[in-house]
């Protein structure tokens, strides 16, 4: 086995090469006032900037580090059309009325990412011919089939393959029953992230790189942003750190549990396996607990994302179980040469619905996508565009709630490495159900 190189620095290389120039970004050098304030360049705090510039508003966004360089430069690249829970889940928690506006309005998501790429002329890869969700375990393929089902209902280009249609979509014959979603797409999301930037830029927000924000105070009626050598007062902030929240508000990093998501590529492969794989360029997940994906890159590598450490500095994926993973899926790939992997932070929510936050008069938060966040943190980001605009929560997609930090935040690392292995297991046992295997 061929173990990649490991990029812990930022977005990996194959998104870096493949994207437009970055826009142009200059360090916070002097003091002076906008109507608002973003900190955080992904696509929350991106897509915010851009919706209060669209409706002629003076946004400034302070990045610590560079445009897109948190989770939003290191995604696996599904535009999805649901959040973590299921739309059952998503009524009952929220009530019959709010929960089905957030179902359509989260399906509606991919419309949202597709527009503005569209709109902007973003080069990012854009493909909108679908995900493959298949079913890890008979349960698995019930469960889609009841999603497939409530979708077809209302109208939706989502359809159950079965057996070799199934097999012939994926070009792999592992599993028996799968579910193509033709509302989602995949996207290169750095390129994205640059984009939007791009797109925020010319609408007239003002972009700083290289500009930790390391603390926010309120002054004489203003938020008064304190950037080291540079100081920005503001009307309103927007907090888009997700989940590389630091300190800067009060419980905001408590409320949600940073986990590491791991990204890795091969080398290119051979002209004729390439072609064997995802033939229709959708990507690849599945119904187990623990997340992982596969999908061809436009340039023939295989690019997959997988459970791994879900903390510590400077993590490895177990290479040997991805390794083992993927070529027991596409056994057509023969030895598999890695070439590069890397980690970035997600943010996670106990009951994994994303929070938006009024956490003090002109002070907004939104994060806690669990995973699922190119279409929803752009939502997120348009949402607090409304609210800062002066909207209430009723214009929103996602409800304002109060901020909880969690009690146990503390002791989160271990209780969730016990969680994991108990969902390790449990995925273990569901796959060697009889029925399961084509
Ligand atoms: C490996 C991996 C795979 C994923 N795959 C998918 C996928 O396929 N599909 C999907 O929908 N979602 C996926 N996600 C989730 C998705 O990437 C995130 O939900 C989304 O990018 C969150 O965007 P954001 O703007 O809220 O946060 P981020 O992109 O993380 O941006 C936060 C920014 O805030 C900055 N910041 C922090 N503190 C400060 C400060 N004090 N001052 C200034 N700046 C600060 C950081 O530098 C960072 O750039 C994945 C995530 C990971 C890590």
Redesign the pocket.
Known sequence: MHEPSLDLAGPPDVYVRAAPPPPPTERLQDHRHVAVAV????????SAALHLAETGIDVAV????DI?????????????PYLKPGHEAILRHYGAERGQRIVDAVAAGPDLVFELIGRHGIECWAMRSGLIFAAHSPGGRRDLGRRTQYWQQRGAPVEMLEGARCAEAIGSSLYPAASLDRRGGNIN?FAY?RGLAHAAAKTGATLHAQ????KLMRRNGRWAIDAGSAELTADNVVI???????D?WPGLRQSIIPMR???FVTEPLSDNVRHTILPERQSLTDTRLLYS?VRMLPDGRLHG?AHGPSFGAEPRADWRRVDARIRRLFPQLGAVKWQQAW?????MTTDHFPRLHELAPGLYA??G?N???????TMMGRDLATLVRGARDDATVFPLTPLRPLGWHRVAPTLVRGLVQVYRLRDMVDECRPGRAA
């Open positions: 900190i955080g360049a992904g696509f929350t705090g991106l302070l990045e610590a580090k897109g360089w948190g989770a939003s430069g290191r995604a696996f690249g599904q535009v999805v999301p992230a500009t930790p924000v390391r888009a750190t997700n989940a590389y929240t630091g800067l998501g791991h990204g994906g994302s980690t970035g932070w997600v943010a939104g994060l996508y995973g699922r966040g190119i279409a929803a943190a």
